[in-house]
């Protein structure tokens, strides 16, 4: 049996996922060209544009992009349900309650703690609704699924140079712990950040790590705050494996997913909260500060966990029978929908959208676990804000602890953190909700 499906990897679902891939990679999307000129022609080009200032060049973006998604609707739903059935068969064959079930053994999740994150998020759609009512107002209009990423004014926050940023983060960091600064000053000292912007240099932010050694922070820092969080956010995974390599084995040095982002998300809320405190008389950079990390929260909070929903309703008509692409376009403008209330304008054309995320096709049931992993780094800066110096040391703990325990007891034993009980998920949410006021309270 385990040979057979060796072998199906080459023709099985794998295969239907290469298919997606090739041919997402070989579309063409129709230009659209800006304000000043510039002409946008690729999906990450186009994806862009959705910050842009104009209104209707999001729209033209957002629409030249779900064109290609209609036109594709049928060819992506195929792929989908055979990728799901590919799950069934599997889980069949080696007696897998269901496609959740499996992936959530992998992920060491119980299935009450996935379904209190579920039902946590759900109930606090408020949130999502109440930030978008407040951005629409702000903005004159009515905000639509093209417009989320929508700036909130013309007006540019000042830059922020590279020295300033790492000077910055470590008096943010110092304020938690002088040691854990001292840790993170010694990344600057000894050149294991190579955050200089050059010609060829891949995108995005990455943290490189070999057991025994320490880690890399590998990013491009372009003198804005957005630069400076991702540097926030790297420095993280780097001190959490410094404290791993202190105390762990090469087998236990890799932590689980739900663990791995705590590091990098309380630091980017110790610096937040740092930057809010000296930002003084500034209100335009208090807003532009509560504004960013409000969407970051929200889209890892309720987006994320808006996709695992899809796959719960797709895996489980999987067990049934076929499906097709219609039943998916009916069930994501649905969820999405829910999501939304009266906030947010879903387009029509946001039915097809579910056909981008790569991870349905792929790793099924891993898009929660960003919404999981959010809430654990949440509750544990709630519990820092209520015990103060009193919580370091078993913070200091968990990091240190890899993933030599289960997520959950480790959580529990450490930082008094109880994922299987729903108080621990509406408790990280009233954090969100206490931004959304320091928010209002700007405008």
Request: hydrophobic residues 35%; proline residues 3%.
């Amino acid at each position: 049996m385990e040979q057979t499906r060796n072998q199906d990897s080459l023709t099985g679902r794998q295969a239907f996922i290469q298919l997606r891939s090739i041919h997402l990679g070989e579309q063409e999307y129709e230009p659209v060209t800006t304000p000043d000129g510039n002409t946008a022609s690729t999906e990450a080009e186009l994806g862009a544009l959705l910050f842009h200032p104009s209104a209707e060049v999001r729209y033209e973006a957002y629409q030249s992009v779900r064109k290609v998604m209609k036109q594709h609707n049928s060819l992506y739903g195929f792929i989908l349900n055979t990728v799901a059935q590919d799950h069934k068969i599997e889980n069949q064959m080696r007696s897998y309650a269901s496609t959740l079930d499996k992936q959530l053994l992998v992920d060491e999740v119980s299935e009450p703690v996935f379904r209190a994150i579920m039902e946590g998020t759900r109930d606090r759609f408020d949130l999502w609704q109440r930030y978008y009512s407040l951005k629409g107002k702000a903005l004159g209009q009515k905000i639509r699924t093209c417009d989320v990423y929508a700036p909130w004014t013309t007006e540019s926050t000042p830059p922020i140079s590279y020295k300033v940023g790492v000077e910055t983060l470590l008096a943010a960091l110092d304020q938690f712990d002088a040691n854990y600064a001292r840790r993170a000053e010694e990344f600057f000292l000894k050149n294991w950040v190579d955050a200089k912007v050059r010609p060829g240099k891949r995108g995005g932010a990455f943290c490189s790590y070999t057991y025994g050694k320490h880690s890399y922070l590998l990013l491009s820092y372009t003198d804005d705050y957005n630069s400076l969080f991702t540097l926030a956010h790297e420095m993280g995974h780097g001190l959490h494996f410094a404290w791993i390599g202190d105390r762990q084995s090469y087998f236990n040095s890799n932590p689980p997913m739900v663990l791995a982002e705590i590091a990098s998300t309380f630091n980017e809320l110790l610096l937040l909260d740092y930057l809010l405190k000296t930002a003084g008389d500034n209100p335009a950079l208090k807003k532009s500060l509560i504004t960013r990390q409000l969407e970051d929260q929200l889209n890892l909070l309720f987006r994320q966990s808006t996709i695992s929903r899809l796959e719960l309703a797709v895996h489980d008509r999987a067990t049934q029978g076929s499906f097709d692409h219609q039943f998916v376009n009916q069930e994501w403008r649905s969820l999405y929908q829910e999501l939304c209330g009266d906030a947010v304008e879903v387009l029509p054309e946001h039915q097809y959208d579910w056909a981008r995320i790569g991870h349905i096709y792929f790793k099924p049931f891993y898009c929660y676990q960003y919404t999981a992993s959010n809430i654990v780094s949440l509750a544990c800066y709630q519990k820092y804000l209520q015990m103060g110096k009193d919580f370091i040391p078993g913070y200091l703990e968990l990091l240190a602890a890899g993933g030599s325990l289960d997520q959950v007891e480790a959580l529990r034993k450490y930082v008094d953190v109880d994922l299987e009980n729903p108080a621990t998920i509406h408790a990280a949410l009233k954090y969100v909700e206490s931004l959304l006021d320091q928010l209002q309270a700007t405008l």
